[in-house]
C-alpha cells in the first residue's frame, strides 16, 4: 500500500517538471486494434493482452466477445477509481472499500 508520503515524493519530480515547462504535461494516448480476427471483430491490444470486441448481445452478439461499450465505462471507471484512490492516498484518508456498478 503506498503511503501518503511515498506518493508525494514519486509525485514530487513529475509536478515540479510541469511547473517548469507546462509543455510537458501534453500526453498522447494511443490505442491499437486489428481486422485480423474474423467475424464482425476487432482486436484490440491490452495491457493485458489482446482482446477481441464483437458486437453486443443487443444487436445479434452471443457474447462470446467483448463489448466495446462495455470497454469504454470499463475504462472510466478505471480512471475514476485510480484518480480517487489517488487523491485519498495524498489526503490521507483510509478506503476500506469502494464499489460502483457500472452501468448505461
Given amino acids: ?3 501518503t508520503a511515498e ?4 509525485q514530487a519530480p513529475v ?10 504535461a501534453i500526453t498522447a494516448l ?3 486494434g486489428s481486422f485480423a480476427d474474423l ?6 491490444r491490452t495491457f493485458a493482452g489482446p482482446v477481441r470486441a464483437g458486437l453486443h448481445r443487443a ?6 466477445d467483448a463489448c466495446s461499450g462495455d470497454m469504454l465505462l470499463e475504462a472510466i471507471v478505471a480512471c475514476a477509481g485510480v484518480t ?5 492516498t495524498a489526503l490521507g484518508l483510509p ?8 452501468s448505461a
Fill in 1 to 3: 500500500m503506498t503511503t
Fill in 7 to 10: 506518493l508525494k515524493a514519486l
Fill in 15 to 24: 509536478k515540479q517538471r510541469y511547473r517548469d515547462d507546462p509543455a510537458a
Fill in 30 to 32: 494511443r490505442a491499437d
Fill in 39 to 44: 467475424g464482425i471483430t476487432c482486436t484490440v
Fill in 59 to 64: 444487436t445479434g452478439g452471443d457474447g462470446t
Fill in 84 to 88: 480517487c484512490r489517488s487523491v485519498a
Fill in 95 to 102: 478506503i476500506t472499500a469502494a464499489t460502483r456498478p457500472r
